[in-house]
């Protein structure tokens, strides 16, 4: 079935970086946008940006530009979102989702990231 | 940005009754608008897209209007399984903005 599946939880210290897996199956992953949204605890989501598969462009939402690179590796099926300068406030759990026209349409399971001292 | 604000925060109901959110863009995004229904520890799942089209699979008491900047989740008789918290989403212009969310919870 079409699904992403993201890498597992990670615990950093501030200032280090972090780099979540996102790997999709089940459909032609060069076909379809996909995206990275966070949602710390208690709050609403937030978009940070995303990759055209086909061609490696990427855009970020000026929140995140200067920290966020977003890859992917096609004879992988899998995409990568990597935070450097982590602080506390990064805190969250990241998704990826793939956008199909309108809306994101299937989403990951969500990695938690937990930045703290 | 584009700013997204919905209205109510929360918003206490029964089951059977109908139910309305409202979602503003600070400026136009035409149809450029998704709803989501997220449950605790869960993802979000797509019900709306385009302001008024209907995920394939999304029961039909759920809808959706609007335009320019101004939009309503509808859902028309509430049902156990629709206690959660509700965002409504523009894609018209990035960054992509969400509305701070809308928890229905039980009367």
């Not at chain 1, 939880?9 to 946008?33: I, N």
């Not at chain 2, 139910?19 to 449950?39: D, E, M, N």
């Not at chain 2, 709306?48 to 959706?64: D, H, M, Q, T, W």
């Not at chain 2, 965002?87 to 009367?107: A, D, H, L, M, R």
Request: aromatic share 10%; hydrophobic share 30%.
């Amino acid at each position: 079935q079409v699904q992403l599946v993201q890498s597992g939880g990670e615990v950093k210290k501030p200032g280090a970086s972090v780099k979540v897996s996102c790997k999709a199956s089940g459909y032609a992953f060069t076909k379809y946008a996909l995206h990275w949204v966070r949602q710390a605890p208690g709050q609403s989501l937030v978009w940070m940006g995303w990759i055209n598969p086909g061609n490696g462009d990427t855009q970020f939402s000026p929140k995140f530009q200067g920290r966020l690179t977003i890859t992917r590796d096609t004879s992988a099926s899998t995409a990568y979102m990597d935070l450097s300068s982590l602080r506390s406030e990064d805190t969250a759990v990241y998704s990826c989702a793939r956008a199909s026209g309108g809306g994101f349409d299937i989403w990951g399971q969500g990695t938690m990231v937990t930045v703290s001292s | 940005d584009i700013q997204m604000t919905q209205s109510p925060s929360t918003l206490s109901a029964s089951v059977g009754d109908r139910v309305t959110i409202t979602c503003r863009a600070s400026q136009s995004i035409s149809s450029w608008l998704a709803w989501y229904q997220q449950k605790p520890g869960k993802a979000p799942k797509l019900l709306i897209c385009k302001a008024s089209s209907l995920e394939s699979g999304v029961p039909s008491r759920f809808s959706g209007s609007g335009s320019g900047t101004e939009f309503t989740l509808t859902i028309s008789s509430l049902q156990p399984d629709d206690f959660a918290t509700y965002y409504c989403q523009q894609y018209n212009s990035y960054p992509w903005t969400f509305g701070q969310g809308t928890k229905v919870e039980i009367k």
